[in-house]
């Protein structure tokens, strides 16, 4: 006998299955909430002064802008879920641990973030940095993040970090922050010793006897950045004397200069971190006359994993300016003291072991170009 439908045997089956997953999603959402209350949390303070809450043991950080992401790297690597603007290419100085993390954009001058992909990390805490300008004002942009991401804390931090020398208090805050003290203090010893070093060497150098530097940017190297320019910072750090008189080009900096006045400057050492232009600039005419060229004083600074003056700037640097001393002043800095220095740099703070020919390729490109 064929069986009959039954509206009411039906409509029970619905009403238990509806009960049961019902049952489920109540299970679910209250292990969600559990999960959230079960993680310890403690009160903080950021360096602006706002009182926040975080988990006791961070362990998922996004920063706002490239310095601040190296900065978290270099202390605590474990600890970055994302990079702000770093494309990791082949033969890369870095474990895949960590060129294998996602690229989220920065909040800097180029503007390239996106709230909904960093919210998708989920993050426990979002580091923005702030500024304060000639009148005391303080930047807008810690409010304006955490309007943005609600309920993950945003960490204001000072941006003067972005500076190869300064930013001590920023890295002890950070140490604390994320439970590395030793690794911050290590590194603030380090460029400590570095710094120190540079200013005991070229402070006696008369000035008639300073050696006179173009940072050439850009794949032609006619854009540049004058002396006060965070951009070339490492010149003036270590005793040169940047020839560019041009105006600062606020952000992004790379003022625009002619082959004109490249030539009346006449620098006898030309830095770039631009490699098509350093391929190029021996076999170019128009570069022919400058004294950096006739005399084989044109240098490619070292960008693997990050550059070494520039783009992105921040303590990182600190090897950038012995690497520049190196350059400019290599009877007071010599070779082996440079090479000690970055092969315990990259260990201690890149995390990562440069093997001997790696070492050479890093710091003389020249020789291979000039061969």
């Not at 474990?95 to 001058?109: A, H, I, N, Q």
């Not at 996106?114 to 923005?128: G, K």
């Not at 993950?152 to 890295?171: F, K, L, M």
């Not at 005419?285 to 693997?304: E, K, M, S, T």
Request: proline share 5%; aromatic share 10%.
């Amino acid at each position: 006998m064929d069986k009959k439908f039954c509206p009411v045997s039906s409509f029970l089956l619905i009403l238990i299955l509806a009960t049961a997953i019902s049952g489920c999603t109540d299970q679910t959402q209250q292990s969600i909430v559990q999960q959230e209350e079960s993680v310890e949390t403690v009160e903080v303070t950021d360096m602006l002064g706002r009182n926040l809450t975080v988990p006791s043991e961070i362990d998922n950080v996004v920063t706002a802008t490239g310095p601040y992401s190296i900065l978290v790297y270099m202390l605590a690597p474990e600890k970055l879920a994302a990079w702000n603007t770093f494309t990791p290419a082949d033969n890369m100085h870095m474990d895949e641990l960590y060129t294998s993390l996602p690229v989220v954009g920065s909040w800097g001058s180029a503007q390239t973030a996106n709230y909904e992909t960093v919210i998708s990390l989920n993050p426990e805490i979002v580091i923005e940095g702030y500024t304060v300008n000639k009148k005391g004002q303080i930047s807008e942009q810690v409010t304006e993040r955490q309007e943005k991401f609600g309920s993950i804390p945003v960490v204001a931090i000072n941006g003067s970090i972005i500076a190869i020398e300064d930013g001590d208090d920023t890295i002890e805050y950070l140490g604390q922050l994320l439970d590395c003290e030793e690794q911050a203090t290590e590194f603030i010893n380090f460029r400590l010793s570095v710094i120190d070093n540079i200013n005991d060497k070229v402070e006696s150098i008369p000035d008639d006897e300073k050696v006179r530097v173009y940072y050439a940017e850009g794949s032609t190297g006619l854009k540049t950045d004058p002396s006060g320019s965070l951009h070339s910072e490492v010149i003036d750090i270590c005793g040169g004397i940047n020839v560019a008189d041009c105006q600062v080009t606020p952000g992004m900096g790379m003022t625009p200069v002619s082959i004109e006045q490249v030539a009346e400057w006449n620098p006898e050492v030309i830095l770039t971190t631009d490699s098509e232009f350093y391929n190029s600039i021996y076999s170019d005419p128009l570069w022919a006359n400058i004294d950096a060229v006739q005399n084989g004083r044109v240098y490619l600074a070292p960008q693997n994993p990050f550059c070494w003056i520039d783009r992105p700037y921040g303590v990182h640097r600190v090897i950038g300016a012995a690497w520049t001393a190196n350059v400019l002043y290599p009877e007071l800095f010599p070779d082996t003291e440079l090479e000690e220095l970055t092969t315990e740099f990259y260990s201690q703070f890149f995390h990562y072991d440069l093997n001997n020919e790696e070492l050479k390729n890093l710091l003389y490109p020249e020789e291979e170009a000039l061969a």
